[in-house]
């Protein structure tokens, strides 16, 4: 054999063992049986990975609370629309929490002019304000998805002023000659696990409201009919929704009966719930502060640069992963609600349009 060739085996063969060693998971693996037995209803998870996980979702000590007495912030600073209820301590301790959980590097400027704070002019004031009001409405509103448990800033940002996990379209178009318009596929994008699937599962599922259908209630061709390409879209949403939870299929399905619901776990109801509140923040949150971000697209002076517009032109958007972060429940299901509760009970939020269910 020449040389050529058994280097040719010998890197075949270190191909083949990569391919082995990160393609797949190394055991053992864990089962949690989470229905009846014999439905095929359980969890699997690598406990190698959970310790990391757990580490990675701890909730940061609360800062001391203090009382509720004297002024109020909105009789004393000037241009205070949110949070104007609190006493002049109270509103100076949520503010010191705004911006550890947003902008610990930054500081105050990040989203202040600090010779007159009561300015606009820096543009992450009228974000901030807008996506208090968007925690404030998924804590009142959107309690089938996150119970008591609520949200905060904290939730997503976990110290960065741009979440780590957000989205926007992908326009395609990355390879040469006639692959130059895939219809949507074939390109190997992260967010279906580099699979052949289209690689935008969100735009259709978690911007608009298309319908998320594996099959088609008919055998044969008909009004309901899904194509192909459909049940592909949704499994790489599927594919999604478990790297974003850490989770596999049988947490919310039963693989027998994938469409049943009677056959489903209840956590197949919270998610339902879960992808309509995404719905609603991308729609009547995110994208209406798109001209604001278009002006400033790589942040405020000072900050980070980062762009905050994808390359559509649209703003980068919230799915699953930008608060579950690998674990099941956010921040492993602690709450941070009663140390911040003045952000489940904000009143003044500006009518959006209607939620798109």
């Not at 390109?187 to 319908?211: C, E, I, K, R, W």
């Not at 719930?273 to 400033?296: C, K, S, T, Y």
């Not at 980070?304 to 956010?330: E, I, Y």
């Not at 492993?332 to 140390?339: A, Y």
């Amino acid at each position: 054999m020449s040389f050529s060739l058994k280097l040719g085996a010998v890197l075949a063969g270190l191909l083949g063992l990569a391919v082995i060693l990160f393609t797949f998971e190394r055991p053992p693996v864990e089962t949690v049986q989470t229905g009846f037995r014999g439905v095929a209803l359980g969890n699997i998870a690598n406990p190698r990975l959970q310790t990391t996980l757990v580490a990675a979702n701890q909730v940061p000590a609360p800062l001391p609370r203090v009382p509720s007495v004297g002024p109020r912030a909105g009789q004393v600073y000037q241009n205070v629309k949110v949070l104007g209820d609190l006493g002049v301590a109270e509103f100076a301790r949520t503010m010191a929490a705004l911006t550890a959980w947003v902008s610990p590097q930054q500081g105050c400027g990040y989203c202040h002019n600090t010779a007159n704070m009561a300015s606009d002019e820096v543009y992450t004031k009228v974000v901030s304000r807008r996506m208090l009001q968007m925690v404030a409405r998924i804590n009142a509103e959107w309690k089938p998805h996150v119970l008591e448990t609520g949200v905060t800033c904290y939730t997503c940002h976990r110290g960065n002023p741009v979440p780590a996990n957000v989205w926007s379209q992908d326009p395609g178009g990355r390879t040469a000659g006639f692959a130059a318009n895939p219809g949507g596929q074939n390109l190997g994008a992260p967010a279906v696990g580099y699979s052949s699937l289209p690689y935008d599962p969100f735009t259709a599922y978690l911007d608009q409201a298309d319908n998320i259908r594996v099959q088609s209630a008919t055998a044969l061709p008909a009004g309901d009919t899904q194509k192909v390409k459909d049940t592909e879209q949704t499994l790489g949403l599927m594919i999604h929704f478990s790297t974003s939870l850490g989770v596999n299929c049988t947490t919310c399905h039963n693989t027998r009966a994938f469409s049943d619901w009677e056959q489903s776990a209840p956590q197949r109801t919270n998610a339902w719930h879960g992808i309509r509140m995404v719905r609603d923040i991308n729609h009547n949150f995110i994208e209406p502060l798109q001209p604001v971000w278009a002006a400033n697209p790589n942040g405020p002076a000072g900050g980070p640069v980062r762009p905050r517009l994808g390359a559509a032109g649209d703003p980068l958007k919230v799915n699953c992963a930008t608060c579950h972060q690998g674990v099941a429940k956010p921040l492993n299901g602690v709450s941070m609600i009663p140390d911040y509760p003045e952000l489940a009970r904000i009143t003044n939020i500006e009518a959006p349009p209607p939620v798109r269910r």
